[in-house]
């Protein structure tokens, strides 16, 4: 079992936890990490799960129900798990079981339970879904307007180091403003990063277009800086050129940052996030869990 980290104590910046769970190793870490911050926030958490609805060509009743019948029992396997789970970090939990694609199951109960949090693992139970994000972590992430905190298998979450990533956009003064918040409350350090995404032909036959990318990229961390320290927080500025996910994971490991905190320019709504954006790829590169600001 990974380290846990006592210091999510004060936080308490989430009410609400919904947590996904799908039998998968990596969804059941997140649950336990679910839990832990349930106890430590004085959190309500819920656990949910989702079997496929059997659709019967044929529509032959004693087939749909037999079969309908096997797929629910998988899903109260998953359940009972995760009760054991629950009993063994001593937190109540209320359990869900949808039968509907699991993305719209888990964006709806999000929505209806008004969760303030969704913590998913980073990969699904599928082989096939272990290449980078899991497909429904990577929906869920784009369809939702909750907050969406996902973690790779095998790490556990803290809030003494957090890095936050900053573009300059709506979604990245969001991040910024949570990251703030939680280093503030936490006492933690925060490291803020803004990436020149640009290639080295274009470095070499534009540098001054690049200096402009940088000086406005060091605007952005400048900003960060001054209302971090308004709030009292240490924090770090650093700006990196090269591809956005691979800077900001290798700073997270020169950092050893706990969490790395970023924005999400995903859509609302049925259209997903799309497969290669950049934050889809920390997710899939992190070290350390990703909190997904939506704000």
Same mark, same amino acid.
């Not at 096997?70 to 396997?77: D, I, M, N, V």
């Not at 054991?84 to 359990?95: L, N, P």
């Not at 272990?130 to 905190?149: C, M, P, Q, Y």
């Given at each position: 079992?990974?380290?846990?980290?006592?210091?999510?104590?004060?936080?308490?910046?989430?009410?609400?936890?919904?947590?996904?769970?799908?039998?998968?190793?990596?969804?059941?870490?997140?649950?336990?990490?679910?839990?832990?911050?349930?106890?430590?926030?004085?959190?309500?958490?819920?656990?949910?799960?989702?079997?496929?609805?059997?659709?019967?060509?044929?529509?032959?009743?004693?087939?749909?129900?037999?079969?309908?019948?096997?797929?629910?029992?998988?899903?109260?396997?998953?359940?009972?798990?995760?009760?054991?789970?629950?009993?063994?970090?001593?937190?109540?939990?209320?359990?869900?079981?949808?039968?509907?694609?699991?993305?719209?199951?888990?964006?709806?109960?999000?929505?209806?339970?008004?969760?303030?949090?969704?913590?998913?693992?980073?990969?699904?139970?599928?082989?096939?879904?272990?290449?980078?994000?899991?497909?429904?972590?990577?929906?869920?992430?784009?369809?939702?307007?909750?907050?969406?905190? @996902?973690?790779?298998?095998?790490?556990?979450?803290?809030?003494? &180091?957090?890095?936050?990533? !900053? $573009?300059? #956009? =709506?979604?990245? /003064?969001?991040?910024?403003?949570?990251?703030?918040?939680?280093?503030?409350?936490?006492?933690?350090?925060?490291?803020?990063?803004?990436?020149?995404?640009?290639?080295?032909?274009?470095?070499?036959?534009?540098?001054?277009?690049?200096?402009?990318?940088?000086?406005?990229?060091?605007?952005?961390?400048?900003?960060?800086?001054?209302?971090?320290?308004?709030?009292? @927080?240490?924090?770090?500025?650093?700006?990196?050129?090269?591809? &956005?996910?691979?800077?900001? !994971? $290798?700073? #997270? =490991?020169?950092? /050893?940052?706990?969490?790395?905190?970023?924005?999400?320019?995903?859509?609302?709504?049925?259209?997903?996030?799309?497969?290669?954006?950049?934050?889809?790829?920390?997710?899939?590169?992190?070290?350390?869990?990703?909190?997904?600001?939506?704000?």
């Amino acid at each position: 079992m990974p380290p846990f980290s006592r210091r999510t104590t004060v936080m308490g910046r989430y009410r609400r936890i919904l947590a996904a769970v799908d039998g998968s190793e990596s969804g059941r870490n997140a649950f336990r990490q679910a839990c832990r911050m349930a106890v430590a926030q004085g959190s309500w958490l819920t656990a949910i799960t989702t079997v496929p609805p059997y659709e019967d060509l044929f529509q032959i009743p004693a087939v749909r129900e037999k079969v309908s019948r096997a797929l629910r029992q998988e899903g109260e396997k998953v359940l009972t798990a995760v009760r054991e789970i629950a009993r063994d970090e001593g937190v109540s939990v209320k359990t869900l079981i949808e039968e509907d694609a699991p993305f719209h199951a888990i964006v709806d109960a999000a929505e209806e339970g008004s969760y303030d949090l969704i913590v998913m693992g980073r990969h699904g139970a599928k082989p096939i879904e272990r290449a980078l994000v899991g497909s429904v972590t990577a929906r869920v992430i784009g369809s939702t307007r909750r907050d969406i905190l @996902v973690f790779p298998l095998g790490t556990a979450i803290g809030w003494g &180091s957090i890095l936050v990533a !900053t $573009d300059g #956009s =709506r979604y990245g /003064r969001a991040a910024t403003e949570k990251a703030i918040r939680i280093a503030k409350a936490e006492g933690g350090l925060l490291s803020a990063i803004s990436v020149v995404d640009v290639t080295e032909e274009f470095q070499s036959q534009a540098p001054e277009a690049v200096e402009k990318l940088v000086e406005k990229a060091k605007g952005f961390v400048g900003e960060v800086t001054r209302r971090a320290e308004a709030e009292g @927080v240490k924090i770090m500025p650093f700006v990196r050129e090269g591809e &956005s996910y691979r800077a900001i !994971t $290798d700073l #997270s =490991r020169t950092c /050893r940052s706990e969490v790395i905190v970023m924005g999400s320019h995903g859509r609302t709504g049925v259209r997903r996030l799309l497969m290669g954006s950049v934050t889809e790829k920390v997710i899939g590169y992190a070290p350390c869990p990703v909190l997904v600001v939506r704000g």
